[in-house]
DNA sequence: TTGTTAGGTGAAGTTACATCA
DNA sequence: AATGATGTAACTTCACCTAAC
């Protein structure tokens, strides 16, 4: 449905920069289906930094503004909302690629994590003396152990409230900031005791 | 007001060519 | 010189939106 099929099947766009290919470059390419092998335009230096330029002004063009671009860079308007629709997708491939090399480290950070509470959790039980020696900051109360976690940041431990289960031995951490659901922000530590507990 | 149609556009995926190691 | 990898211009298809009717 698009313009993609039928009006711009078979319409090879070759560069031509003399100024005089303005009004060729309207007309169609009248090499019938199956003939000569489309050529590829490379873009000057100078063309591509005015499209980087305006790329980074607009991430989409308006029908008068690539008409005016494709002038300026003596260009076909098709070429120029091509180059945009690439240069969107090879952002959004970027951007994509960022967000899962954050993410990946976000899982190392928490398997990182998890080991150190693992291991936190087994200390505490092989301790077995009576009543922890973390006290409530709401109930001036012993804590037990299950209900600590630990900041990956500034490595205290602290306690994951509100507490329900006594008998409760995995902790488990608040995900409101899982970045999956936020666009590649970062931090995720601290959320659930800002400022003052750390 | 609602439904239909055509045209325009963007996203996603693919193809094909140019360049380079 | 031949070749495979890579980058990217160009193409295809689909979905969505909007204006005209």
């Not at 711009?8 to 470059?25: F, T, Y």
């Not at 671009?69 to 909302?81: C, S, T």
Request: aromatic letters at 4%.
């Amino acid at each position: 449905m698009g313009e993609g099929s039928g009006l711009m099947r078979g319409l090879d766009i070759n560069q031509v920069p003399s100024g005089a290919e303005e009004e060729s470059m309207e007309e169609e390419d009248d090499s019938p289906n199956g003939g000569p092998p489309r050529k590829k335009l490379r873009l000057t230096k100078e063309q591509s930094r005015l499209l980087e330029e305006s790329f980074k002004q607009n991430l989409s063009l308006n029908p008068k503004q690539k008409e005016d671009l494709a002038m300026e860079l003596k260009l076909k308007p098709r070429q120029v909302e091509v180059w945009f629709q690439n240069r969107r997708a090879r952002s959004k491939l970027k951007h994509t690629e960022m967000e899962c090399a954050y993410l990946k480290r976000w899982y190392g950070s928490l398997t990182e994590q998890n080991r150190r509470l693992q291991k936190e959790v087994e200390e505490l039980r092989a301790m077995k003396v009576g009543p922890p020696t973390v006290i409530s900051p709401h109930s001036r109360e012993p804590l037990p152990a299950s209900t600590l976690t630990m900041c990956p940041r500034c490595e205290r431990v602290t306690t994951n409230v509100p507490f329900k289960d006594p008998t409760r031995t995995t902790i488990t951490t608040t995900a409101t900031n899982h970045p999956a659901t936020l666009s590649a922000k970062v931090p995720i530590f601290h959320s659930r005791h800002p400022s003052t507990a750390c």
